[in-house]
């Protein structure tokens, strides 16, 4: 099992992002955020190919914004996939936003524990092979 402490009280772990180069940095990890999202700043170091675009609620909007949506993989500790990446245009961007946020299409793979002092993540196989066997 992976686990991080909060950053100054809040779950941020970290991550690498994988496009044409590899960015680590930090990213919130979010369970109200439907998709993984990345500042347009990190999607352009990334060469991100975008895909078309998507509405989208959250960030400070009170009305959908349009998102550009992109493919890349996503590393936290052991654990890498390919997920959808949702890129809020940089004017729709609130400033005091994090660079990076996890969204669900990345943390429904796997089990997510948030407990107010650390994240934890675990391959949900694993976790439930320890669960069966503690029954």
Not at 127 to 132: A, G
């Amino acid at each position: 099992m992976n686990c991080w402490d909060y950053i100054n009280g809040v779950p941020q772990i970290p991550v690498r992002l994988m496009g044409k180069t590899t960015v680590e940095e930090l990213g919130l990890v979010d369970c109200g955020a439907t998709y993984c999202v990345v500042h347009p700043k990190i999607a352009k170091l990334l060469g991100l190919k975008f895909q078309g675009s998507k509405p989208l609620y959250g960030l400070g909007s009170i009305k959908s914004i349009s998102a550009d949506m992109a493919n890349m993989e996503i590393e936290i500790g052991n654990l890498r996939e390919s997920v959808e990446v949702a890129c809020i245009r940089e004017e729709h961007y609130p400033p005091m936003a994090p660079e990076v946020i996890i969204g669900r299409n990345f943390m429904n793979k796997y089990a997510f524990i948030l407990d107010g002092e650390r994240v934890c993540i675990e391959d949900k196989r694993i976790l439930k092979e320890k669960l069966n066997k503690n029954i």
